[in-house]
């Protein structure tokens, strides 16, 4: 897909980079949010009513929309370096988005009420196009990507997802759901054969299909964390969290 590319002063520029580092603090987490301020108005009729399509309305919409926590304080006072400077420009101006167009949404994790696939504090937890946020402002969204260690994660709305598919946009469409249903059996030390193999590829262990005192051990530190009685013997709770982490 081919992205908006918006015509923005250097004062501009530099300004917005500011408030991505505020947001991210790192140079992908700055791309990832400079994608989702350009993406945040395209996918929404109303706000690029009021604050237009070009780039003086991509500025405003930034600095006066208040999505953005203090951010007329923080483009104004904040600091940020040439090369997220840089990533400001390859973003916005020459259209080298992070994100699709649809992903218009991200919280810190104090501000999530809770995620539909386990812990919100658990990174591993969060699948993409699967995993449902919901903040404590009342916004539900899918999961998208977490774009650095330390960034927030990103994800979609609905409205913002539909707007970019009814506008022709490039949107991946939901896979037909099949129902397959498996039997793996409970495996401990002394075990062989495949379900041993996959749960090894699973737990980080060498793969021989031999349940042996070092496979043990490294399913006792997965067992771990995520959360998990830690006893080396894998049964329908360590399946199922093995299975959905892959």
Known sequence: MTFKKYTLTSTQITKIARLCVQEQGNIKGVRAEASLMADQLETNAARQKKYGTDGNGLYNWVRNGGW???AAYYMDNGSASAEAVAAVKDVLC????????????HDCISDISSISTGSKYNREDYVQGKTIIKNRYGSTYTFWSFPAPGCDPFGYTAEAYKYVKDHGGDVPEPAAKVKVTVSLPEISEGDEGDAVTIWQIICGADPDGDFGPNTRKATKSWQKSHGLTADGIVGAASWKKGLNSI
């Open 68 to 70: 953005f926590y203090r």
């Open 94 to 105: 020459k259209g080298n988005r992070f994100f699709p167009q649809y992903v218009d949404e």
